[in-house]
């Protein structure tokens, strides 16, 4: 019987791919051989090194977290009225991370956007990885982790019930179905090609583990056909997930009468931030993985030029949100926000403000060159420069918003303390663990997708003709 190839047109005609991405570069014979054997092989001395170091800064802040149970977070630099500090902060950072590849996975595979194929498998495990992180500092800012079972609503002897009203719970549950619907995303496309390293891997534990994970795929027409409409349905539910989610975070703080916060802008804005930050992100990490693992042919200057190009759209938009709240501000002639915007570039943490505004909007616009957008050391630059003004962006959302309110009698100077610095490093060490352990066990890339978008290749999602 025909299987007909319902999800993906056929492939495209080489005049229209990158230069990079041609079959006189890519052999689709050997991408398997390419990308598939790398698990398999020891791993470079470098791989040793920065596992080391990423492991051992977990490890400092996991000490730190574990600390900070035992004694209470008290030993943070939490003060009235900044109850909100690293915590919030680092929750809102990493749960931005984590869009870029539900993005890239989800919505650019409705589009049919094709220079996703060779990318979306690591920028999907970014996701869950930074989505991982940022669950930590919700459990940890309550106070009490080992009670975070009364946020969930089950029926219980007690008849205490969750407050449905709290953007705490409101938390729980879409970074819940988040994690939920990106795991089972990003499983699903692991299957085929973990079906092909159970298949090229020597009996023993590893071909056991393989042969598990990979759920008895043999490639039949009858399991595309499945897989083809598993994994539609769950681009769907993540498409929808990367404008809720972060949303959803973002009214907590809009739903307040905080000065600097209530403002219906914040639900675009932040998912705006999110992208910008989670593809800064995955520009970093690609630019580390595409020179170690030699994948150079498939993750192609052209792939990081497109992305680099969805950077600088999206600071434009950054630019946008900060010029419509200094509008709104000015407009409402609201005493109180006018002062909070003010604080945002003169005052005690004017610094921060100044610095969110030059990472975000001034640095990025060196993409407009070719040459940047391009160039290794422009790449990072940026990159890093983003990372570094999204991570301010929101202490200074919730510091500086905070630390002076409608009370003078109550304003307070916040100070981070040390073991607030341990953490946030903690979860930089926790992702880039579970990035390298990634990297060593399971494919980066979906060999079945590059495959289909080579020139004259059969497709590969239901590419069988005949069961």
Request: charged fraction near 10%; include cysteine.
């Amino acid at each position: 019987m025909l299987v007909a190839n319902a999800l993906l047109p056929p492939a495209i005609p080489e005049a229209l791919l990158p230069a990079a991405l041609t079959v006189g570069d890519v052999d689709p014979g050997k991408i398997d051989d390419q990308v598939l054997t790398f698990p398999a092989k020891r791993p470079p001395r470098a791989w040793y090194v920065g596992l080391a170091i990423a492991v051992s800064v977990f490890l400092l802040g996991a000490v730190m977290m574990l600390y900070t149970i035992v004694t209470g977070i008290g030993e943070w630099g939490n003060t009235s009225p900044v109850f909100w500090a690293f915590d919030i902060i680092n929750f809102v950072f990493w749960v931005g991370i984590g869009h870029a590849g539900t993005l890239i996975s989800a919505i650019l595979f409705l589009f049919r956007m094709r220079w996703r194929n060779a990318i979306a498998r690591f920028a999907e495990a970014m996701t869950i990885f930074a989505v991982i992180c940022a669950g930590l500092f919700p459990a940890l800012h309550t106070g009490r982790p080992w009670l975070d079972f009364f946020l969930f609503p089950y029926p219980n002897q007690r008849a205490i019930w969750p407050n449905f009203r709290s953007p705490l719970l409101w938390d729980v549950f879409a970074i819940g179905t988040y994690f939920s619907v990106s795991l089972m995303f990003w499983y699903l496309g692991l299957v085929p090609d973990l079906a092909s390293l159970r298949d090229r891997t020597r009996p023993g534990l590893r071909k056991t583990l393989y042969t598990i994970v990979s759920l008895g795929w043999r490639g039949a027409a009858s399991h595309w056909r499945h897989y083809e409409k598993a994994y539609l349905l769950l681009a769907g539910l993540a498409t929808g997930l990367v404008l809720s989610v972060h949303s959803v975070v973002s009214f907590d703080f809009a739903t307040s009468v905080v000065p600097g916060w209530h403002m219906t802008i914040f639900p675009p804005y932040f998912v705006a931030g999110a992208i910008f930050a989670g593809f800064a992100m995955v520009v970093l990490v690609l630019i580390v993985v595409r020179e170690t693992m030699q994948l150079k042919n498939l993750i192609t200057d052209y792939h990081l030029e497109v992305m680099n190009k969805v950077i600088l759209a999206m600071s434009c938009i950054m630019g946008y949100s900060y010029v419509m709240e200094g509008a709104t501000a000015w407009y409402s002639q609201n005493e109180y926000v006018t002062h909070t915007f003010m604080n945002i570039v003169s005052g005690t943490y004017g610094w921060a403000g100044l610095l969110t505004i030059g990472c975000n909007i001034v640095v990025p616009q060196l993409l407009w060159f070719k040459k940047c957008r391009t160039s290794y050391f422009w790449m990072i630059l940026v990159s890093v420069a983003v990372t570094i003004g999204m991570w301010f962006e929101r202490f200074v959302i919730i510091v500086i918003s905070l630390h002076e309110d409608y009370l003078p009698s109550s304003w307070r100077i916040y100070r981070p303390s040390l073991t607030d610095f341990a953490i946030l490093a903690g979860s930089f060490g926790l992702f880039f663990t579970l990035v390298l352990l990634f990297a060593r066990v399971l494919p980066v890339i979906a060999t079945t997708e590059v495959k289909a978008i080579l020139p004259g290749a059969q497709p590969q999602h239901g590419g069988h003709a005949h069961e």
